[in-house]
């Protein structure tokens, strides 16, 4: 799993010492902690409503709605609007895509939208793994000095942080580490989730 974060780095011209090795290479309990957490987001949002509630409003007052698809990740999301629709209509293009979920927004427009553990095409891209302003892990969309935040996990305790590691490797969270996919991505956050403040490193979208 660490195999393609430690190319990534070495590929952006960041040296890797033996010690960040070791460091990335030994976060095999906690990645596993990590990606479980990962799995429960999906089961999460899976559950959010349902669909005979979601149904029961759509119905209710029997007009077109403006319909939008797409799909929600890990980090990002997707969508596009696929036209007006009547309440038969929508309920008829869910039956045919069982994964997705619906839900109506303040606007009384419709979104259809599927859950998946997985980045987004941006966050494959440009992501980039380090600290804001606060001291908190985030995601950023490019360097984290642009401070684009597409996604914030936990509070770093600082100094327990700088006093345990090496200062290359601190440096290289400041500067922001590259994640391309979501195993790199899984293996920075649970290799720092060691400094975090809170227990419950749960990630809240931006």
């Given at each position: 799993m660490v195999v393609g974060l430690l190319v990534g780095l070495?590929?952006?011209?960041?040296?890797?010492?033996?010690q960040l090795k070791e460091l990335l290479s030994d976060d095999g309990p906690v990645a596993a902690e990590t990606l479980a957490g990962i799995q429960e987001w999906t089961e999460d949002h899976a559950e959010e409503g349902s669909h005979e509630d979601f149904k029961t409003e759509l119905t209710r007052s029997q007009r077109a709605r403006i319909v939008h698809?797409?799909?929600v990740y890990v980090c990002g999301s997707e969508h596009k609007i696929i036209g007006i629709m009547k309440p038969d209509e929508i309920i008829g293009l869910m039956k045919a895509h069982p994964a997705w979920q619906g839900r109506i927004d303040h606007k009384g427009e419709v979104w259809l939208?599927?859950?998946v553990a997985e980045l987004s095409a941006t966050c494959k891209e440009k992501g980039y793994i380090g600290l804001d302003a606060h001291g908190t892990l985030s995601l950023f969309e490019g360097k984290p000095e642009k401070e684009k935040v597409m996604r914030t996990f936990f509070q770093i305790d600082i100094k327990s942080m700088e006093s345990a590691l090496p200062k290359e490797i601190v440096n290289q969270l400041h500067n922001g580490i590259r994640v391309q996919d979501l195993e790199e991505y899984n293996s920075?956050?649970?290799t720092f989730s060691d400094y975090a403040l809170d227990s419950?490193?749960?990630g809240s979208m931006h």
């Open positions: 070495a590929s952006l011209g960041m040296p890797l010492s033996e698809t797409g799909t939208e599927e859950h920075v956050i649970s419950e490193a749960g």
